[in-house]
């Protein structure tokens, strides 16, 4: 078995320690996994290394199988390039039903964050990108929303993702500086990798629960390009760090993690915005230069300098792709913020800042029947930064009293 | 992407016009991708150059969709090392439907032979390794009984399967020889490696019409170690080559292909036979120096020099299995045969040598309703080696009378 996987390659080898710390906290801390389960991996080419090692983990501490679903991005290239427009929302029966097995069974669910050969599907017309959602699946958010499992998502580095970040760099010396990186933001450097990170979702918790006691009713962001209300419910429950599945299993979905957030009132986004990051979606297109104008809730206009048409055809997928779902406030002590570096990659970038997300809400995230019910439902579920010192946000009262809630991305309360 | 796979490694790379003709041999003659059909492909780590140029190959001919299901035999020996006994022979819900989904929708499917890693399994009990009986699904015997799809197996080597065959070799010369010997057992390295096989596959169907035509009662098996009659069914059809799906798709299901095979009579085996060659069972064991002593039909004595007790536990998984299902000849034509290589995997192996399965019948390779309801049924089909030049070949007439039919591995008809 080598080291790195097929995609890896370079003459940098990850630190055994890394890798083993990485582990530990994919079946730890990050998804709890049980003895007796069945654990649900969704993996990429070039992530063997870090798949065996985590099913060895997993089977170690009792799991009962451990199930893998390879998504490979050169397969869906050929597809876009060849297969009949009319087909490419085509899923296969079985991998639907994979997904609710996996929330019926309460499995536990890992994947591993790394975009591969962010520039394969630059020859293929935007238009048809969009129609092929996977490997997302309206199943996924289903089972997730109904927090049937204890799931995680980790970064894995590979050579194409780290020349991306690192142009300037020789190869080898991207990919081992993308691993530095790496293991700073998930705190694989520590001594003791998992108890860092109980003591910093402590701190998250806390800035949730201080947050949720202050029952805003809206959130002001104002930057430059940016001047956007988002309302939230009458329940709306600040969330970070760990949460419980159904079973009551607690798990913390996503490593390295930043973020408080919180769901908004689909029916109250007004104002436009000016995304301050570029955004990748996984297997289809990276967004740069993103611009949004709400109204009532919804984003009546979607503009950029590149994938604006994804960004619009996924929008449409159904009533709620274009309403918000999420709200999520990010301070300067995230270490991601604080490495600059932009990875291109959704879990470290949407860490790195405050931001919004199209498309589904947490539950979990809003406390009465009455607003569980009205809290925004979609296929999609597509979070883009809008944060940054340079973006001031205060918390609106129901009397219309403002709040500074971040001020150069330094808490305010 | 890399052209080799992340196990394959090694200084030597495989020659792009061998992998092409490859690419070429599965989609055209050996699995006949047609227009608008989902293609299922079943691949190890180390199989990604292989599967993508597959899938592109199979997308450019109009594929509607092509689903890959990763078998990885690291995760199994996790499972094996760790899980609970009782849960060894647990398969998920979803990997059986998927099977039978691509039989309903009579799908195309490939996979790719070759051993990854033959001693990985070496620190595991034996009594748990023939639980986990994965990749192996009863479903896809089933569906492959029903005709439903049109599949085909081709090797793909690896750096661990080539270090296996040439022990003797530094490793890259071991891959390149691999290689070599691949491409001309394959009509790789022919001009027209697609004519090539359409006459060779020609002259083995006419070979099979004519023993079809002698309509032999019985076939024995003479040599060291091995005095074996096996009785045939009045109706047993002699098949080799192509064969049609139930919707008529003519189709290759190994390649290379050497042999002509029948069914026979499920009741009538009697004698005893010594394997002529090492039998690989795929993420198991190795077994060596079987020998098999039948009664009425049935295998009541299997004795080995290694991994008996595998071969014992897949027997008794079901009725069917310590029967015959299949009887194959293979003359000394075979260029494997001809390679002296034993390549310790049955799709090579067996076409190097006459041969017979324990457990399930292809039920077209009888032709009588009343002989198929007879032919034997099984979970499992396990081919395994007995001929060779020193083993002489009879055909029995009803009458009793024998018919030559290879003598020192040449056809006496």
Known sequence: MSAVGSQAGGAFTPPAEYVEALTELVVGIGANIQPGQVVGITMQAGQEAITRAVAEAAYARGAKYV?????????????????????????????????????????????????????????????????????????????????????????????????????????????????????????????????????????????????????????????????????????????????????????????????????????????????????????????EGLTVRFEGGRAVELNADKGAEILRGMAARDDGACRLGEVALVDRESRIGQSGTVFSDILLDENSASHIALGSAYPFSVESAQDKARANVSQIHIDFMIGSSEVAVDGLRADGSAVPLLRDGVWQV
């Open 67 to 287: 199930d893998v679903w390879l998504f490979d991005v050169y397969l869906k290239h050929s597809r876009l390039k060849h297969a009949d427009r009319d087909t490419l929302d085509y899923v296969p029966r079985w991998v639907r039903e994979r997904m609710l097995q996996l929330g019926e069974m309460n499995a536990a669910r890992i994947s591993f964050q790394g975009p591969p050969a962010p520039t394969l599907m630059d020859d293929i017309d935007t238009d048809r990108l969009g129609l092929d959602m996977m490997p997302r699946l309206r199943e996924s958010i289903e089972v997730t929303m109904k927090q049937q499992t204890n799931w995680t998502i980790v970064p894995w580095p590979n050579q194409d993702w780290a020349t991306m970040v690192h142009p300037d760099l020789p190869e080898a010396d991207a990919y081992k500086k993308l691993w530095e990186e790496i293991a700073y933001v998930c705190r694989l450097n520590e001594e003791n990798p998992t108890a860092a990170w109980e003591a910093r979702l402590k701190t998250l918790e806390d800035s949730a629960a201080r947050l949720t006691e202050m029952r805003l009713d809206a959130l002001h962001f104002v930057g430059p390009g940016t001047d956007l209300t988002v309302g939230l419910l009458p329940s709306s429950r600040w969330m970070a760090g760990r949460m419980d599945t159904v079973k009551g299993i607690e798990y913390c979905a996503n490593l390295p993690t930043e973020e408080v957030f919180t769901a908004p009132d689909p029916d109250r986004a007004d104002g436009y915005v000016r995304a301050t990051k570029p955004l990748l979606i996984p297997g289809s297109a990276r967004i």
